[in-house]
């Protein structure tokens, strides 16, 4: 196999990357949702190494639970009007489908977020 997944996490609400997200990634087979690894964004909103590199890269389905709770509770200073935490875990499921390089961000605020493929 040859290909690698990425992630990065933009905060919309302040026009900055999101830091000190923990992110899990899991394998799902037959409804059975398998941990693979678990990294923390950076200054810089990516993670420090791939989600997967070459050598672990392989084609099924897979769920990213970005962990935004805490992040979006230190943030909440900068919406006084906002009356409760909408978001704790987001999960996002999709499928490697071929080799290539996969990047799924997340472009996050307290009240959406969206996703996309990228490369």
């Known amino acids: 196999m040859s290909g ?3 992630t990065h996490v933009l905060d919309t609400s302040i026009g900055f990357p999101a830091e000190g997200i923990r992110i899990a990634l899991y394998s799902m087979e037959n409804n059975d949702k398998n941990f693979i ?8 909103g990516r993670t420090d190494q791939n989600l997967l590199n070459n ?3 392989f084609l099924g389905d897979f ?3 970005f962990h935004v709770g805490e992040y979006l509770k230190s943030n909440i200073k900068n919406f006084p009007n906002l009356q409760g935490l909408l978001y704790d875990v987001i999960p996002i499921k999709f499928t490697i489908f071929s080799n290539r390089n996969y990047h799924i961000p997340l472009l996050l605020s307290p009240f959406g977020y969206s996703t996309y493929l990228g490369s």
């Open 4 to 6: 690698r997944l990425t």
């Open 63 to 65: 769920e990213l639970n």
């Open 37 to 44: 690894k678990e990294l923390v964004t950076n200054s810089d």
């Open 55 to 57: 050598q672990e890269f």
